[in-house]
């Protein structure tokens, strides 16, 4: 695997290395930006066979690199579907559908699910997860989390061959505690414009989400559990490096009595829902709008022991979305607004989940 990645989070890191590992077997490919929602039931297969490798080659324009050391200009560009999201590539080399990037080339990688109303998001700034590598160096740090970039794209048709427009910008600082070398920076601004690489399925299956949750709670169900939520906590962290304080999940319980002091000892005996991965919810990276994010269920494991357990159920990934009223980092204070959560349609019955609906939670600035 070409890629060092160093996750903020076990479920961070879990996820992102599964989109590596398949990214490379696809050729390496990056999602592409929002589409409009008609444009994705309309998309044709047939444009699939006539988009050709030569056909994909992107334009990058102004878009520039400096990952610890490494000026590069980046000169290729690629969107890679994947079963429920658009996967970018951004690499130093010529970028064609039917070829990886070789080990010499810079690669800058994002994702981007279809969203509400099969948009992507487009015309709107979002915090995408980015991943980066350069063959086999060992960087030191190899990711920017949501809450640390900024990404936008134009509208686009959704179809082999069509070109999208976006932005991408991010920059932070990795120091090593163990020695005593400088901070290593990473940074990376511009515009690019990538084209779609063909989709055996036709695009079919990038279905969007409801862009509004209605007026009831948070809640739905995941296979046969249902699940109405009745106290909910937003965790804020401070980033080790920057020092910027983040949205780092929000934890959404059937148990009023869990808080910020005891939620650790209630989690492995409540079932609740977790949405991490939250794009624009720091303090200094504050984008509004509906922003993608990573959920999943957790219910007790029903072990005997003392110690419990917990059991986990998933969500697709980047299937869920956050809307907030208002940002707030500070312990106590209280967060509202939207939340949704889904699997993919073709997911089995028992594996399937929908959740959606209006939540209150109050901030617990953990300061880490």
Known sequence: MRHTRLALSPLLLALGLAACAKSRDSGGATPAPSVSSKAAPGASASASASASATAARGAIGSFTADLDGHPLALVGAKIVPYANYLHFILSSGPSDCDKAPRDEELVIEFDVPPGPGGKFFAGQKQGVPVRWSLGKQPFKWAQATPFQTVATLEPFTLAAGAK???????????????????AHAYKASGSFEAPICPDVNGFKSYKGTPEDVGDGPFGGAFATQKFTYKKALAIVFKDLQSKEEYLES?????????????????????????????????????????????ASFSTPSGKADKKGGAKWHFFARRHAWVKLDKYAFKAGDVLTGSLYAETTPDTKADEAGLMKGKFEAKVCNLSW
Do not use: W
């Open 164 to 182: 999208v427009k976006g932005t991408l910008e991010f920059s932070l600082a990795y120091k090593d505690p163990r020695d005593d070398a400088g």
């Open 250 to 294: 929000i934890e959404l319980y059937d148990d009023d009595t869990v808080d910020c002091k005891n939620r650790y000892e209630k989690k492995n005996a409540a079932r609740y829902v977790s949405i991490t991965s939250i794009g624009g919810a720091g303090a200094s990276h504050e984008l509004g709008g509906v922003q993608a994010a990573d």
